[in-house]
């Protein structure tokens, strides 16, 4: 699927305005030129980043509302979700408060690069998260490809207090986790 197909998918699906979607080609372009030397996204999907990445991380928007004050977004990595729910937030006038918790400086760096760009209202902490001695407070917590749901549900236990919402996303080991998780 060719990158305008893709566009007018997510804007299908999302029903954005325009200055999301130019945001959104902002954040695609400096991506693709940051990931030759970070390795932020797999390259099998670098053709996909609006159907893979963006859409993907956008979908859980439905589930935060204009009663959560705040977001944490565990191992950030390129920043999804986080910084699609920034923009996605800032268009949809929810006035979140977005935390990027993510461990590697090389990232850090290209993250703060997209929130300056892009003109985001978002913090950025550079550290281990499950290194983090003082507790996380939060109403929404996100991880997307993090860590096993097993070691996320331990951290939200032993490390988070007074959150309302935690979404994961769980990829191909999903079903096998949930299973696990549930015994």
Do not use: C
Not at 16 to 21: F, G, K, N, P, Y
Not at 36 to 57: A, M, Y
Not at 58 to 79: E, H, M, P, R, T
Not at 139 to 161: G, Q
């Amino acid at each position: 699927m060719d990158r305008s197909t893709q566009i007018d998918t997510f804007s299908r699906f999302t029903q954005v305005s325009r200055e999301t979607i130019t945001s959104l080609i902002k954040y695609e372009d400096l991506l693709i030129k940051a990931n030759k030397g970070l390795n932020l996204i797999g390259n099998s999907t670098i053709n996909q980043i609006w159907t893979r990445h963006f859409l993907d991380s956008y979908q859980v928007i439905d589930f935060i509302d204009k009663n959560d004050n705040s977001l944490v977004d565990l191992g950030s990595g390129a920043g999804f979700p986080g910084l699609v729910l920034a923009i996605a937030s800032k268009d949809k006038k929810i006035p979140l408060k977005i935390k990027l918790i993510e461990k590697s400086s090389k990232k850090v760096k290209f993250l703060k690069e997209i929130i300056n760009q892009l003109n985001l209202n978002v913090k950025v902490l550079n550290q281990n998260v499950l290194e983090q001695q003082n507790k996380f407070m939060s109403d929404v917590f996100v991880a997307r490809a993090f860590k096993p749901l097993k070691t996320i549900l331990e951290l939200m236990h032993n490390k988070a207090k007074n959150w309302k919402k935690i979404l994961i996303f769980l990829g191909k080991t999903g079903q096998d986790e949930l299973l696990q998780a549930s015994k």
